[in-house]
């Protein structure tokens, strides 16, 4: 019998490893990271700008959208480039705030992207999140391990455990496009002229700011990260010759672009659909010479298993304001997160209590 080559098994099913002995999960590990050894590990990746990019944001567990995200890029001849922006794990509980309609679809989805970046590896790049990253600042909602304990005889779990965060202290932290677009899973590095994302072991600060950070508009002080605001993010781009960020974390934003046509977020999840300006979002960045906005994005969104236009939504969500400069971490941006964020239930009804985001007894990181 020839052996099973496991990145193939699970690239063709996400829960090829469900039900099977650790051993095979420790066997699939061992061929992601030969695979990965040699293309990854940088903070900066590079994405050619040869043909469409399609971008993914915060899954959370959710492989089922994840798999026809992929499935559409590489419906294409040639295959579309695949990029997706961290948290892919995490949150997919069975239990409160919100369930995911996965539970335990953390292993799954992660298993799947390391199977992809994997198997074609000049074609799908996986970034962290900040979920990803749980060894560098504590993320407060932990869902993986409990997962791995649930699908794999407890004394393997947390083995398994650690050698997946070996695996994502491989992945690259941020990545740029050949025609100028800056990815990256929540924001830009603090005082972000002197960042070099090229360094390796990447700096701590900038980490946390490309993992951690938020726009000024959405920023709560989480003890963690930084705010940016338009002209922080205008300055950074242009430092690098970049004009658009595409970015996931906070979902307050989800599905507009804001600062000018600078930044777009995204999430591609069921979890998050019904927050911000809702959906399961895919972004795609066209083979063209520039990108100048996010116009020159086409943004998708999941409906009953197919991708549909999606309207993105300009500017900030919530009544108009005016504009708030923060304050730096300490400090509050004195911006209003949006009714349907709040805690105290104002605003339009809410399924789930996501917001706001901060440490505590229920609080919830994104
Ligand atoms: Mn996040």
């Not at 590990?41 to 959370?60: E, K, N, W």
């Not at 695996?167 to 005082?191: K, M, Q, S, W, Y």
Request: include cysteine.
């Amino acid at each position: 019998m020839a052996p099973v080559n496991h990145v193939e098994a699970v690239a063709d099913d996400p829960r090829y490893l469900e039900g099977k002995p650790a051993s095979e999960f420790h066997a699939f590990l061992d061929e992601v990271f030969a695979g990965l050894a040699e293309s990854n590990g940088t903070a900066l990746a590079r994405v050619r700008s040869d043909r469409p990019v399609q971008v993914i944001a915060d899954s959370h567990g959710d492989y089922v959208s994840v798999g026809r995200a992929l499935r559409y890029a590489r419906s294409h001849d040639p295959p579309h480039r695949f990029v997706g922006l961290g948290d892919y794990i995490d949150r997919a509980t069975c239990g409160d705030p919100k369930p995911t309609a996965l539970p335990g679809g953390s292993i799954w989805n992660l298993a799947f992207l390391l199977a992809w970046a994997t198997r074609a590896p000049d074609e799908v790049l996986l970034l962290r999140g900040n979920h990803e990253a749980p060894r560098r600042f504590p993320v407060p909602v932990m869902t993986f391990l409990k997962e791995l304990r649930r699908h794999f005889p407890r004394e393997e779990a947390f083995g398994l455990y650690c050698r997946c965060l070996d695996v994502c202290d491989r992945l690259p932290a941020a990545a740029a496009t050949e025609n100028g677009v800056f990815l990256a899973h929540g924001g830009i590095p603090p005082g972000s002229a002197s960042a070099r994302l090229g360094s390796r072991p990447i700096d701590d600060r900038v980490l946390e700011g490309l993992l951690w950070s938020d726009p000024a508009e959405d920023y709560e002080d989480r003890g963690i990260g930084f705010s940016y605001t338009a002209k922080d993010l205008e300055r950074f781009l242009g430092r690098n010759r970049w004009r658009v960020m595409v970015k996931g974390h906070a979902p307050a934003h989800l599905g507009r672009s804001m600062y000018g046509r600078q930044l777009l977020t995204i999430h591609t999840s069921d979890l998050f659909q019904d927050l911000g300006h809702r959906g399961i979002l895919m972004a795609e960045i066209p083979a063209i010479r520039r990108v100048r906005s996010t116009r020159d994005l086409t943004v998708r969104q999941l409906v009953r298993g197919d991708w549909k236009p999606y309207r993105v939504a300009e500017g900030p969500a919530g009544p108009r304001r005016r504009s708030v400069p923060a304050r730096g971490r300490k400090g509050r941006p004195g911006v209003p997160i949006p009714a349907v964020m709040r805690r105290d239930g104002a605003g339009p009804p809410h399924r789930h209590t996501l917001m706001p985001r901060k440490f505590g007894p229920d609080g919830l990181d994104p």
